[in-house]
């Protein structure tokens, strides 16, 4: 038996790798802005023997990444005051998907580096609780800060989640664009969701 993979089972794997490497979230016009003097933001992906867990950025002040920055997995972002949407994912056996999506503001620096720590999100939902919840609940995330300098700091932020999946959202335009879907504010919370509209 050949244990070596045919081209048609590589190629997929390529294609993946490929996606994977593609470029950064660049979420501003990238036209004289030095690469020092923006921040970047990453999420992370975990492999285990039986299961994958993974955070993806799903926007940076209602942008939300194409495809290919997508896979890609990291944001470069103009220091300052931000709020950054990301996706947390499970895969085990057959099945999975997204958990959980959380939105928190952060104040980024210049020429640091952040990354979400693997599995740092807490909520005040245990998980069962969770499936039988309905609307936002709150959580927090820790981040690591890599300055300019190589010192790491550790930033506690607060989130606002939904077990499962959705847009969050602070304004209609942070929407996907569609005539009949929108922002709904959720009270008690400094986020929207974006919903189709009755």
Known sequence: MNAGLSPNRLLPILV???L?????????P??????????????????YVVYLENCSIQAVDGMR??????????????????WIEVAFERYFGGGGGITDVCA?????????AY??????????LDHLAKHDHQGFYA??????????????????????????GGSLCRQDQDCEPH??????????FPFGLCQFKD
């Open 16 to 18: 993946c790798c490929g």
């Open 20 to 28: 994977a490497a593609c470029g950064e979230f660049v979420t501003y």
């Open 30 to 47: 990238d036209q004289g802005t030095p690469r020092a003097e923006a921040a970047t933001f990453s999420c992370y992906s975990r492999f």
């Open 65 to 82: 990444p194409g495809i290919s920055e997508l896979f890609g997995n990291t944001s470069r972002i103009l220091p300052g005051s931000h």
């Open 104 to 112: 928190f503001d952060m104040n980024l620096q210049p020429g640091y």
């Open 115 to 124: 990354q979400i720590k693997a599995h740092s999100l807490q909520t005040d």
């Open 139 to 164: 959580g927090s995330i820790d981040v690591a800060a890599l300055s300019p300098s190589g010192q790491e700091e550790l930033r506690h932020v607060s989130a606002t989640c939904n077990f499962g």
């Open 179 to 188: 005539p009949d879907i929108r922002c709904f504010q959720q009270a008690g």
